[in-house]
Nanobody, 121 residues
Framework: QVQLVESGGGLVQPGGSLRLSCVFSGFTLEDSAIGWFHQSPGGERLGVSCINTRDLRSHYADSVEGRFTISRDNAKNTVYLQMNSLKPEDTGVYYC??????????????WGKGTPVTVSS
């Protein structure tokens, strides 16, 4: 059974940092990746970052390049998203997903339930 469980969301001031975690299990995909997606209030769910589960190559959306860092702890089956220099427009729900590396923001196979992030003073 596929499981993706996010944690680490919360309230933070602009310019602050948060680290999100995604514990995953139960799936095997060829050329797989774990991705993070952001859905702003009333907005679309868009790709933020993804990491290849084999060679740890990573990919970022332009909007977060240089501010967010994705990483993986193999021993814990956990992927992290370190978010720095947060902006109010980063507010929303962040979802973890199992996806395919080649089109990691598009070919999502399974979703987690999400963790909310609010950036506000």
């Amino acid at each position: 059974q596929v499981q993706l469980v996010e944690s680490g969301g919360g309230l933070v001031q602009p310019g602050g940092s948060l680290r999100l975690s995604c514990v995953f299990s139960g799936f095997t995909l060829e050329d797989s990746a774990i991705g993070w997606f952001h859905q702003s209030p009333g907005g679309e769910r868009l790709g933020v970052s993804c990491i290849n589960t084999r060679d740890l190559r990573s990919h970022y959306a332009d909007s977060v390049e240089g501010r967010f860092t994705i990483s993986r702890d193999n021993a814990k089956n956990t992927v992290y998203l370190q978010m720095n220099s947060l902006k109010p427009e980063d507010t929303g729900v962040y979802y973890c997903a199992a996806t395919h590396w080649r089109l990691c923001f598009v070919q999502v196979v399974h979703w987690g339930k999400g963790t909310p992030v609010t950036v506000s003073s």
